[in-house]
C-alpha cells in the first residue's frame, strides 16, 4: 500500500463545489477516504488571471500503480470538465478542476506520461503548503527535502 499525493486546482466556476466533487469522484473511483488540507488560495502560476486558485492538497492510499492511478485521475477531471487546460499554443489557462499527481510514498520515475515526484513541485508553494499539512514527513526521493523545508527555499530562508 502505497500513500499517493494530490493536488486539485481550480479558478473558474464555483471552486469549492468543484474541488469538493473532484474529491468524492476520486474516493468512489479508488474505494478509499481520502485526506485533504485546508483550502490554500493562490495567483495563476505560468501565466497572467485575475481568477484566483483555489487549490486542496490531497493524500490516499493506493495499491494502484502510480501510471494507473494517473488514468484514474485523468477521467475524473475530465468527467468534472472537458475544457483544456491549455490554449493552442501552449500556454496556461484558466480552468474549472485541475488534478495533478504529486508523489506516490518515495517513488521516482519518469515517462513520456508521468514524472514523479512532480517535476515543478519545489516551486510551487501551493503544492508544497497543503503537502506540509498533510504529509510534513515526507521527503523527497531525490532531494531528500521535507516539503517545508521546500518551503523555505521558496521564501529564500533555506
Known sequence: MA?????????????????????IRIEEALGVRAR???????????YE???MFLNV??????EMAPAELLRVLEKVEKEISRAPHRNPDGSYRDRDIDIDLIAVD??????PELTLPHPRMHLRRFVL???AELMPQ???PITGLT????????????
Open 3 to 23: 500513500t499517493a499525493h494530490i493536488n486539485i486546482g481550480s479558478n473558474t466556476g464555483d471552486r469549492h463545489s468543484l474541488i469538493r466533487m473532484a474529491v
Open 36 to 46: 485533504c488540507s485546508a483550502p490554500f488560495e493562490s495567483e495563476p502560476w505560468g
Open 49 to 51: 488571471s485575475p481568477n
Open 57 to 62: 492538497g490531497v493524500c490516499v492510499d493506493t
Open 106 to 111: 518515495s517513488t521516482v520515475m519518469a515517462t
Open 129 to 131: 503548503q497543503p503537502m
Open 138 to 140: 515526507w521527503h523527497h
Open 147 to 158: 516539503p517545508s523545508q521546500m518551503l523555505a527555499q521558496i521564501d529564500g530562508k533555506a
